[in-house]
């Protein structure tokens, strides 16, 4: 198949509609987008002036919110950590001697009634 042929096809098909028939239609298309378009344009500038302020707080908002929660999760994670280990460090800080080897009984409060 030849260029020449396809092209001559194609001034043939286009040929069948009457020109003017086209042009109205594509005119009246181009001029119905327009319209669209121009109140597209006037609808977005208000909406998106009005969505944009909307939406700029809602993303405040949540960011606020996920911070919030963060720093929820970080207070329980640092609160809920073995308090063995805490009381433990505490002692060893303050010097306290711990007889992990004397059974519970022996331990007298009067002696570790500071670090506890």
Do not use: A
């Not at 069948?16 to 121009?38: F, K, L, P, S, T």
Request: proline share 3%; net charge negative; no cysteine.
């Amino acid at each position: 198949m030849n260029k020449t042929i396809d092209n001559d096809d194609f001034d043939n098909d286009y040929d069948v509609h009457d020109d003017d028939e086209m042009m109205m239609i594509v005119v009246v298309v181009v001029m119905m987008m327009m319209m669209m378009r121009m109140m597209v344009m006037k609808m977005i500038k208000e909406v998106v002036v009005v969505v944009g302020i909307g939406m700029m707080i809602m993303m405040m908002m949540i960011t606020m919110m996920m911070i919030m929660i963060m720093i929820m999760i970080i207070r329980i994670i640092k609160n809920s950590k073995p308090p063995t280990m805490i009381t433990i460090k505490q002692m060893e800080k303050d010097n306290v001697e711990i007889d992990i080897t004397l059974p519970p009984i022996y331990f007298h409060e009067s002696r570790y009634q500071g670090s506890f």
